[in-house]
């Protein structure tokens, strides 16, 4: 089994900034890719940043020049750090882990969400 606990969520003010972390647990061999993706009210969930255990690193258009991902690799823990915060990046934030177990499987897990609500 993989957990996946994020923590970070919150109330800010446009142009405002917050830090999201997501700590994976379990039967972890090594964590192949970590992403963020987020869900608006009444929209589809949608890929806002991910990263892959080489570093490379992709990201929504919309989120480009704001957001940061970045992994801890010693601590199984990735982060989203997000800038310039804009009303519309209110949503429900996701994490997401594509893990080899040390069962020898692979295993795609998601977190339980963390609300982000950007509002003056």
């Known amino acids: 089994q993989v957990q996946l606990v994020e923590s970070g969520g919150g109330l800010v003010q446009p142009g405002g900034s917050l830090r999201l972390s997501c700590a994976a647990s379990?039967?972890?061999?090594?964590?192949?890719?970590s992403a963020w993706h987020r869900q608006a009210p009444g929209k589809q969930r949608e890929l806002v940043a991910s990263?892959?255990?080489?570093?490379?690193?992709n990201y929504a258009d919309s989120v480009k020049g704001r957001f940061t991902i970045s992994r801890d690799n010693a601590k199984n823990t990735v982060i989203l750090q997000m800038n310039s915060l804009k009303p519309e990046d209110t949503a429900v934030y996701y994490c997401?882990?594509?893990?080899?177990?040390?069962?020898?499987?692979?295993?795609?897990?998601w977190g339980q969400g963390t609300q982000v609500t950007v509002s003056s």
């Open positions: 997401n882990a594509g893990v080899w177990t040390t069962g020898g499987g692979f295993r795609n897990s």
């Open positions: 379990g039967t972890i061999l090594s964590i192949y890719s």
């Open positions: 990263i892959i255990n080489d570093g490379n690193t």
